[in-house]
């Protein structure tokens, strides 16, 4: 028998009763700050666990959030539904549908919770078919409008079982969190035990932590480690996606950490903008506050995860947001948040008064977007979240070229799982992969033939040089990223080109000085051999830029040895004056620089450089102000 592990949160209006049924259905009082129990009204994230038997015999362990219904503290509300499974929309009977049970809703909508329980409180006060007659019209045309409808009554304890058993039901039908080896734990509460340390609790998703790992705290980047797991006081190995997961944290102070930071096990960096489609309800009414339009560079706050940060909106593709529109949109946040591709988030207006907005992570990092192009490839991560081959394609080509190892690591989706996807897009012909990343068709196409023209070009114009220099080629690329810059000289050199020193050239090309040119040659030439060995300065010998062609033909080709920037010897007159210094060392013992100089009848300007160089080269070896032979010659 398996246990399948989900997390459920309560919703509703203040004073409902919420926190009375999940103490009815757990035998725990979520309720635990001693202002609640004065107050009776639940202000902060409560906690319980029911275990449950699904009508195929599974068990069900079901984490609760208990949340409060006070308009004053629906933040705290969204901190806790954030990844939930199931709802339980608690409706009194006696009130019916109220303000908070509205907003619940459309917050409940804007996260993308797909199910709910709606338990009807205080059921024993009567008006029970009228009360679901209401609720019924309330959620029409909504995802929840099928949802079964449950009376109940704490005071007499009737259809606490039958809500159980809906519970149960919802819950069998619906497939745990997935683990992709991401795993996030989004901190609710933060505390310390004498003993014991740091201890943190939340909601885990995307993958499982286990005692004893080394974890990170985001966006802070705050290294740690995991000395002890539990969930609901039951000390855990492993602590698996959808379970209620306190971590203790002995390395961290309390003061490093708080309500709104995640735990994960990714260095990955958070970021201060995203990219986001925002979508405005269309159960706004007209004439409410949280109606007004969304107009272009307001300031508003952003609820993600258990995070609350404040956020101006730039909207890309219209000047305001009007309730029942959608729209992509840019938000610059006043802190990084760790998010997700698909993550979806709560938006709240500047008084915190009215929750106005929701919307869905386009692109965690902010990327600037540009053309209805790129629009529609960021939009496709919305319309089909869960398909992988779309989202890694869409990926791809909104960006045209893209590493492996960071493709999409800030994704819902597994490494092996977007490899595949990749294996699938590579075969379909949608995508090109070279040297560990992925490229659109299109995209490296045109900048493959795009480089091979500026090759053969530079053949053309200048087929006395090796080749056309890396650095001018990249330049003309547009400075493309390392990584694709040096995935497509791989795949260039591959085929029909090489790579000849700091240059590319094809495979045939053969430098060869044009024939207008071959005077310029001869005069460099005559130039380097007057004086043989202290030829003169190089800007006597390049004075205009056909000679500053010639002469890197001549260092290119080997006819010239470049002994530094500016002492420049014919190849011939290089080889004698090694041969004469190595027999004049042979000969006379150690030497130095003047004495090579004048037996030489050179320069300090030639000589210095050249016995540089020839130290390097291992044919002689400095001792002091002398130099000795390097090795047997």
């Known amino acids: 028998m ?7 949160a309560t919703a509703g209006h203040v004073d409902h009763g919420k926190s009375a049924l999940v103490k009815a259905l757990t035998g725990t009082d979520p309720d635990r700050l001693p202002e609640e129990k004065a107050r009776q009204i639940t202000i902060d994230l409560g906690f319980a666990e029911l275990n449950l038997v699904a009508p195929n015999g599974d068990k069900i362990h079901a984490g609760i959030v208990d949340v409060p219904g006070h308009e004053d503290f629906v933040r705290n509300m969204i901190a806790g539904v954030g990844s939930i499974d199931l709802a339980v929309l608690v409706v009194a009977a006696d009130d019916g549908w109220m303000p908070q049970t509205e907003e619940h809703l459309q917050i409940l909508t804007y996260l993308g919770v797909k199910r709910a329980v709606i338990a009807l409180a205080k059921s024993d006060l009567g008006r029970i ?22 009376p109940t009554s704490v005071r007499t304890g009737e259809g606490i079982e039958n809500l ?13 969190q997935r683990d992709f080896g991401k795993p996030r734990l989004f901190i609710d509460r933060v505390f310390t035990l004498r003993g014991i340390g740091t201890v943190v609790t939340g909601t885990l998703t995307g993958g499982g932590f286990h005692r004893g790992q080394s974890i990170i705290v985001q966006p802070q980047k705050l290294k740690a480690r995991t000395r002890s797991i539990q969930s609901h006081g039951v000390e ?23 309500r709104g930071d995640v735990i994960t096990d990714s260095d990955l960096v958070g970021s201060s903008t995203i990219v986001a489609q925002m979508e405005r309800s269309t159960r706004l009414r007209v004439k409410q506050p949280a109606a007004r339009p969304l107009k272009n560079g307001s300031s508003v706050y952003l609820h993600h995860g258990t995070l ?23 938000l610059k946040l006043a802190s990084p948040i760790f998010a997700f591709v698909g993550d979806r988030f709560v938006v709240r207006d500047a008084s915190e008064q009215h929750t106005i907005a929701g919307g869905v992570v386009l692109d965690p990092d902010g990327t600037n977007v540009r053309g209805a192009a790129q629009l529609e490839l960021l939009s496709m991560h919305a319309t089909a979240p869960d398909d992988v081959d779309l989202c890694v394609r869409s990926e791809i080509g909104l960006r045209g070229f893209v590493p492996v190892r960071t493709l999409l690591n800030k994704s819902h989706f597994s490494a092996a799982e977007i490899s595949n996807a990749l294996m699938r897009l590579q075969r379909d012909n949608e995508i090109v992969l070279c040297d560990q990343a992925a490229a659109d068709g299109e995209f490296w196409k045109n900048l493959r033939n795009q480089a091979i023209g500026l090759i053969d070009n530079a053949h053309k114009e200048n087929p006395e040089r090796l080749g056309l220099d890396l650095n001018e080629l990249r330049a003309a690329l547009r400075d493309q990223p390392k990584e694709v810059f040096e995935a497509l000289i791989a795949e260039l050199c591959a085929a029909d080109f090489v790579r000849k020193g700091s240059a590319i050239a094809r495979t045939s090309h053969r430098p060869v000085l044009p024939a207008d040119l071959e005077p310029v040659e001869r005069r460099i030439r005559e130039s380097l051999s007057h004086k043989p060995f202290d030829p003169p300065p190089r800007r006597e010998i390049e004075p205009d830029r056909h000679a500053q062609h010639v002469l890197r033909f001549l260092i290119e080709s080997g006819e010239v040895i470049e002994v530094s920037p500016d002492a420049l010897l014919l190849r011939d007159n290089f080889e004698l004056m090694k041969a004469r210094i190595t027999e004049f060392i042979s000969k006379h013992g150690r030497a130095t620089v003047s004495e090579l100089r004048q037996a030489l009848e050179s320069s300090r300007r030639i000589m210095v450089p050249l016995l540089e160089r020839l130290d390097r080269d291992g044919i002689t070896r400095r001792v002091g102000d002398k130099r000795m032979l390097g090795r047997i010659v």
């Open 164 to 176: 159980k058993s809906a519970i149960a039901s919802e819950l069998a039908v619906m497939h745990p």
């Open 129 to 150: 078919d009228s009360a679901i007659e209401q609720i019924r019209i309330q959620l029409h045309g909504t995802v929840f409008a099928e949802s079964p409808i449950v």
């Open 308 to 330: 609350r940060v404040t956020a101006r909106v730039t909207l890309v593709e219209t000047k305001t947001l009007e309730p029942g529109e959608k729209t992509t949109a840019r």
């Open 236 to 258: 855990l190995d492993c602590a698996q996606p959808g379970m209620r997961t306190a971590l203790n944290l002995p390395d961290v102070a309390i003061d490093q950490i708080k």
């Open 2 to 8: 398996t246990t399948r592990h989900f997390i459920l």
